[in-house]
């Protein structure tokens, strides 16, 4: 895609990653599981960062009128983010799974700031399945068909 992915999107993961790397390094159960989330979350994350991060860059440039990035390209990653959603979905449910696991050893073990990164955790999951992956689709689509109407 022409423009960088949204660097605010890969922030946000690099922010988990981190967190999911501070949580590891607890000992018992926490580490346990945090390394759980994290084996998920990782691949996930990177998928996303190939599929989807780059069909949202379109979006400013769409908003403005403009539609400068390659339309074949954007149906390929269309049709390959399609492809992989079912396993995204899958992995989003491995996912809170573990991240069920970690909260529970978190409270047990008075951590509250790994419940509440639990919290928003899920709710990114949320957000992605809800928002950021039709976004991603539609995106994409709408390129391609603004640049066929010519």
Known sequence: MAEESPQLLKA????LRATLK??????????????????VAEAHFSR???????????????ARGE?????????RMVDALRDAMSQMRAEHREM????????????AAGKTEY???????VL??????????PAAIVA??????LRARG
Do not use: M
């Not at 539609?67 to 149906?75: I, K, L, R, V």
């Not at 994409?140 to 068909?145: I, K």
């Open 12 to 15: 946000e993961h690099e922010a």
């Open 22 to 39: 501070r949580a590891a390094r607890e000992e018992g159960p926490i580490a346990t599981a945090a390394t759980k989330v994290a084996a």
């Open 48 to 62: 996303e960062e190939k599929l989807v991060l780059p069909l949202l860059a379109l979006l400013p440039e769409l």
């Open 67 to 75: 539609a400068q990035a390659d339309p074949a390209e954007a149906a």
């Open 96 to 107: 809170i799974e573990a991240l069920r696991e970690l909260a529970r050893a978190a409270a």
């Open 115 to 121: 419940v509440a990164f639990v919290e928003n955790l």
């Open 124 to 133: 990114h999951v949320h957000r992605e399945e809800q928002v950021l992956y």
């Open 140 to 145: 994409g689509a709408h390129l391609v068909r």
